[in-house]
């Protein structure tokens, strides 16, 4: 059973920063879409960043609202998805939830929660200003 359990959330100021890590464990398919949502209170959980994981793949995807501060990363070794997150926002706090799903990621849904299947429990982001 697919298991994914998130850390290194916490308080920092803006302009500051903070990684994300999401450990993975139960895989058993060589190609999964493994992502990271947040959702901020009376929002909606939103798509932040996505890597899909396939032969010859390992393609990544980023919401707009975080191109150029976010960077997803996966480390094969430690079966680990890290999220880096740079220049920090008010904005950007949230509860942050790492997700997963069979095959990969596509342009035109990896930011679909509805895609994905396997879920953590989330691990809290705050940006102070």
């Known amino acids: 059973q697919v298991q994914l359990v998130e850390s290194g959330g916490g308080s920092v100021q803006a302009g500051g920063s903070l990684g994300l890590s999401c450990a993975t464990s139960?895989?058993?398919?060589?190609?999964?879409?493994m992502a990271w949502f947040r959702q901020a209170p009376g929002k909606e959980r939103e798509g932040v960043a996505a890597?899909?994981?396939?032969?010859?793949?390992?393609?990544?995807y980023y919401a707009d609202s975080v191109k150029g501060r976010f960077t997803i990363s996966r480390d094969k070794a430690k079966n680990t998805l890290n999220l880096q997150m740079n220049s920090l926002k008010v904005e950007d706090t949230a509860m942050y939830y790492c997700?997963?799903?069979?095959?990969?990621?596509?342009?035109?849904?990896?930011?679909?929660?509805?895609?994905?299947?396997?879920w953590g429990q989330g691990t809290q982001v705050t940006v102070s200003s």
């Open positions: 997700a997963a799903h069979r095959f990969g990621c596509y342009s035109g849904s990896w930011d679909s929660k509805g895609s994905y299947n396997y």
């Open positions: 139960g895989f058993t398919y060589s190609a999964y879409c």
């Open positions: 890597f899909s994981i396939s032969t010859g793949d390992g393609r990544t």
